[in-house]
């Protein structure tokens, strides 16, 4: 798992919602989210704007990006 998908997995099982779950809410298939959480494909920016909008959080916190 690639460390974007271990972020968005640990996202979403702590706020206890299934990929399906989120897959409606954000407009996508559940097999979408498990293919990007195991590292098998990577979120297009509209997606990533989408799996931030669903959390909450600004881009910078859903990537797990710090400053330095």
Same mark, same amino acid.
């Given at each position: 798992?690639? =460390? @974007?998908?271990? /972020?968005? %997995?640990?996202? *979403?099982? =702590?706020?206890?919602?299934?990929?399906?779950?989120? $897959? #409606?809410? +954000?407009?996508?298939? $559940?097999?979408? +989210? $498990? %293919?990007?959480? %195991?590292?098998?494909? #990577?979120?297009? @920016?509209?997606?990533? +704007? !989408?799996? $931030? !909008?669903? @959390?909450?959080?600004?881009? !910078? !916190?859903?990537?797990? /990006?710090? *400053? /330095?």
């Amino acid at each position: 798992m690639c =460390k @974007f998908g271990k /972020r968005l %997995n640990g996202l *979403r099982v =702590k706020e206890g919602v299934t990929q399906r779950q989120m $897959a #409606k809410h +954000i407009g996508m298939s $559940a097999g979408t +989210i $498990a %293919n990007l959480e %195991n590292g098998y494909s #990577k979120p297009s @920016f509209d997606v990533l +704007i !989408d799996i $931030a !909008d669903y @959390f909450d959080m600004s881009l !910078d !916190d859903l990537v797990g /990006r710090e *400053r /330095r």
